[in-house]
């Protein structure tokens, strides 16, 4: 028992263990302070108008007993206006807490999600896009409930404790005592479940978590499943979430009902030792004709303690909430802090860039070797190079590292434009780069949409030469909307092939001197794929890299760079 006690005692007074939460919640919440005061003014107005309330409800029933009507009609005047009042300022508390929430929380997920879009790609990648939607929302929702109303009724309800507990104590100090005492055992009694509250908490998170990478997987994957007809698995494999979930949620809930019951029954305790009290000093002023205890008097008492009662335990509600909030703080601070890369040099873009590689050397965390080993080459302005090599040597990797979303354990990749300056390899190169990706990488919206997403100042001619340099031109044009024609989700209303020549015209679009094309016409026949190879050999002011497995293309190379199984470079100039 000792022990717990020393437990709860340093849980509460143990500053260093949320130090850094404080600091982060303290960050992100500054800019909303006016508005954090503002709540607090109107629920400190609105505990102030409940306390006269309940002064004026002591006249009422002596007025009645005691003073005569006019003194009672008065006093009942008092009373109503001041519940009016309260339920109006507790209206526009409700209100503005709504609007002062979403506002916070839109406010952290705007800065999440900037954070994430600036975030090196590599780390990032390790989380799963459902968990990020997940901590997006919920994890959000629950720090904005939580912070923008805790403070101020955290500060509002300490008010009114020690303004109850003065009032109680200058009429009656045992009642005063009676208070103080059942307040902090209820207290005790909620942090004795801190720890295994607190464990729940995050196993929720996770679950929730869970339960979103499900379903957004599920949603992105649905034509797999289907033709694995993988539904009834999926759907199992969704009751055994459901079931887990349900399970937390249920010892969660257990844990929550013994510590609200127990602290009611604590708080009921003390409302009955209040009670007999009042009944007592009633006896002693009937036997002993003292008038200084009335009806009025019990009746404010009770009100008192009533509201004694409820101050403390709106204070012991609130440790579950900080357990559950440090929890959500901690998942929105992984993403936040995420290391952001770094921009620098970002006007200018040479004409021409040529490529020299020094011992590259790179190993995913979770692979045993090396996949690309001390690798070097160098590559002249405007050369068409062919990447070759069997599958999982390492070509999509090189390709990361041009583009700098991984960076080499050892050795370098330097760009060198038109005038032999050199620049390492950084997100910051990406300026001078059109990159064409794997699979299907357009966006939902209209083909201009995504055309435009390479070059925002591009013209609609110049849509129409980018389309037909990557022999689009004549399917979009068939289309009802032509340019303006709408894309779902997924490319969805055109096929693979098509949605991969729109993605090269997009490149095309963004004319930088470097073009990356990684297994960029693997959906398209070998004889749409020539025409479109022919045509990009004849952009000679641009450096270009093409992965593809079809050895015939290769024809359109002037050099081929062949990474072998161990990880090296084969540079062969034709």
């Given amino acids: 028992m000792i022990d717990s006690i020393k437990r709860v005692i340093h849980s509460m007074f143990d500053y260093k263990e949320n130090k850094e939460i404080a600091k982060w919640l303290f960050k992100i919440g500054k800019n909303y302070k006016r508005f954090i005061f503002g709540f607090l003014i109107i629920n400190l107005f609105t505990m102030l108008i409940s306390l006269a309330s309940s002064i004026a409800g002591r006249y009422v029933v002596d007025a009645a007993t005691q003073y005569g009507t006019e003194m009672f009609f008065k006093c009942i005047i008092i009373m109503l206006v001041t519940t009016v009042i309260s339920i109006i300022f507790s209206s526009c508390a409700n209100m503005f807490s709504s609007y002062v929430n979403e506002k916070f929380a839109f406010g952290v997920r705007a800065k999440m999600f900037d954070n994430v879009q600036r975030s090196r790609w590599y780390q990032l990648s390790k989380y799963h896009s459902g968990d990020m939607l997940a901590r997006l929302s919920g994890d959000v929702d629950n720090i904005s409930s939580t912070l923008i109303t805790l403070l101020p009724n955290i500060i509002v309800t300490g008010i009114q404790l020690v303004l109850v507990l003065i009032i109680l104590f200058l009429n009656d100090p045992v009642l005063a005592c009676i208070g103080l005492i059942v307040g902090p055992i209820g207290m005790i009694a909620s942090l004795l479940f801190r720890k295994k509250y607190s464990e729940y908490q995050r196993k929720l998170r996770e679950s929730h978590s869970e339960y979103y990478s499900f379903f957004q997987e599920s949603l992105s994957k649905i034509s797999v499943i289907k033709t694995?007809?993988?539904?009834?698995?999926?759907?199992?494999?969704?009751?055994?979430?459901?079931?887990?979930?349900?399970?937390?949620?249920?010892?969660?809930?257990?844990?929550?009902?013994?510590?609200?019951?127990?602290?009611?029954?604590?708080?009921?305790i003390g409302y009955v030792v209040t009670f007999s009290w009042c009944a007592y000093r009633l006896y002693e002023s009937a036997t002993f004709g003292d008038s200084s205890f009335t009806y009025g008097t019990m009746t404010l008492f009770l009100s008192l303690v009533s509201q004694v009662q409820s101050s403390i335990r709106s204070l012991g509600n609130v440790i579950p909430k900080l357990y559950s909030m440090k929890v959500s703080a901690q998942r929105i601070r992984e993403i936040t802090e995420i290391e952001n890369e770094i921009y620098e040099n970002v006007d200018n873009v040479p004409k021409k860039i040529a490529l020299k590689a020094d011992n590259v050397a790179f190993t995913y965390e979770t692979d045993d070797g090396e996949i690309l080993s001390?690798?070097?080459?160098?590559?002249?302005?405007?050369?068409?190079?062919?990447?070759?090599?069997?599958?999982?040597?390492?070509?999509?990797?090189?390709?990361?590292?041009?583009?700098?979303?991984?960076?080499?354990?050892?050795?370098?990749?330097?760009?060198?434009?038109?005038?032999?300056?050199?620049?390492?390899?950084?997100?910051?190169?990406?300026?001078?780069?059109?990159?064409?990706?794997?699979?299907?990488?357009?966006?939902?919206?209209?083909?201009?949409?995504?055309?435009?997403?390479?070059?925002?100042?591009?013209?609609?001619?110049?849509?129409?030469?980018?389309?037909?340099?990557?022999?689009?031109?004549?399917?979009?044009?068939?289309t009802a909307n032509g340019l303006d024609t709408e894309l779902s989700e997924g490319a969805g209303g055109i096929s693979e092939g098509q949605a991969q020549r729109i993605a090269i015209a997009r490149a095309l679009l963004r004319d930088k001197p470097v073009m990356i094309l990684d297994e960029a016409t693997s959906a398209l026949d070998e004889k749409t794929e020539a025409r479109i190879f022919e045509r990009l050999t004849k952009l000679s002011n641009k450096t270009c890299f093409i992965i593809t497995h079809r050895r015939s293309m290769l024809s359109y190379c002037d050099t081929v760079l062949e990474i072998t199984d161990d990880g090296k470079a084969i540079l062969t100039e034709k």
């Fill in 228 to 268: 694995f007809q993988l539904e009834k698995d999926n759907v199992e494999k969704f009751d055994d979430i459901r079931n887990r979930r349900m399970k937390l949620v249920l010892k969660s809930s257990v844990l929550s009902s013994i510590m609200g019951s127990g602290m009611r029954l604590i708080y009921n």
């Fill in 374 to 478: 001390n690798m070097s080459f160098e590559i002249s302005y405007n050369k068409h190079v062919g990447i070759v090599g069997t599958s999982g040597t390492g070509k999509t990797t090189f390709i990361r590292l041009l583009l700098s979303l991984i960076t080499p354990d050892s050795g370098t990749i330097t760009y060198i434009d038109e005038n032999n300056n050199e620049e390492i390899a950084s997100p910051a190169s990406r300026r001078f780069i059109s990159y064409v990706p794997q699979g299907n990488t357009l966006m939902s919206g209209t083909i201009r949409d995504n055309l435009l997403s390479g070059n925002k100042n591009a013209t609609e001619q110049q849509m129409w030469d980018a389309l037909e340099l990557a022999d689009a031109k004549r399917f979009v044009a068939k």
